[in-house]
Each structure stands twice: as C-alpha cells, then as structure tokens.
C-alpha cells in the first residue's frame, strides 16, 4: 500500500461513509510518532502513521481514516470538530470510527506484564497476570514477593 492507494482508499471511504467527497491529499508520515494519524488544519490534509498499517492492517488503517475524516468533513463545514465537541462524538457513532486514533504505544501496553522480585533471593518473575503475593512466595527461597512497579 503506499500514498497513491492510501489517497484511493480516503476518497472512497469519504463517499461510502460521509457521502462527501474527500478532495485534499491523503499520505503516510513516517515521522508520526505514536498516533494512528492526524489532520492538518492548515493544510486539510491527513497523514497516517505508516507504522500502524505494518503493525495492524488495512482494517486499523480503515478506522484511522474514518475518524480523520470525522475531523475533516466537520472542520471543513465549522461545526465542531474537536474530541470534546457534540458534533464530533455524533458523527464518530455514526459512522462507526474509533473513538481515538489509537496509538502504537497503547496497544502494545495491553501485553504489559507484571514483574515481581524476591525480596529475600532479588529472583525476579514476569507474568501476564497480576498475582496474589500474599498467597504465592518465591519458587528459590519461599521468600516474600515484592510487586515491582515500573
Ligand atoms: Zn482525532
Ligand atoms: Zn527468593
């Protein structure tokens, strides 16, 4: 996928879902940081974090596009246009696009894991799920297990 798609993919979602047409340019930022994409007030132009369609697909790619073009349609008549904004939420429902543009970091953070350390032997366990420490003790020493907050 590369601009030109991604110019195609706007303009078509823009028609199907908004029953508008999208008329300014579409392109991916590699310098994007964390956020799925962004709107360029000045400009109207949205860009899309390229990162999110390596990491997620064309699905994800799709959302981010929605809810940009949530931003551009409402900007572009002066309604309002914010994340805060009445207008915005309604036209996010109705069209069905994510409430955020997602970005890279928070998704990853849903695979965090929990680390714990003896305090007796300084062992240290990851797990996926949070543990009881009061129930569950070293598997070296049978120390006490510390809950290590990163
Ligand atoms: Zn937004
Ligand atoms: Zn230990």
């Given at each position: ?7 195609s ?14 008329v300014?340019q579409?392109?991916f ?17 949205i860009?899309i974090n390229e990162k999110?369609?390596q ?14 073009l949530?931003h551009?349609?409402?900007?572009i008549?002066?309604k ?6 009445q ?6 429902k ?15 953070s849903?695979?965090l ?13 990851m ?10 003790v ?7 297990l510390?809950k290590?907050?990163?």
């Amino acid at each position: 996928m590369d601009n030109k798609d991604l110019q195609s993919l706007t303009e078509e979602i823009s028609i199907k879902d908004f029953h508008k047409p999208f008329v300014h340019q579409a392109f991916f930022n590699k310098r994007l940081k964390t956020t799925g994409g962004r709107y360029d007030l000045q400009t109207h132009n949205i860009e899309i974090n390229e990162k999110h369609f390596q990491m997620y697909g064309i699905s994800e790619v799709e959302g981010i596009i929605k809810h940009e073009l949530c931003h551009y349609h409402l900007h572009i008549e002066g309604k309002g246009y914010k994340h805060r904004d009445q207008d915005f939420r309604e036209l996010l429902k109705e069209v069905k696009a994510p409430r955020f543009c997602r970005s890279v970091k928070a998704k990853s953070s849903v695979q965090l894991v929990h680390e714990y350390r003896c305090s007796a032997c300084q062992q240290t366990y990851m797990r996926r799920r949070r543990m009881n420490t009061d129930k569950y003790v070293c598997g070296k020493c049978r120390g006490k297990l510390i809950k290590i907050d990163s």
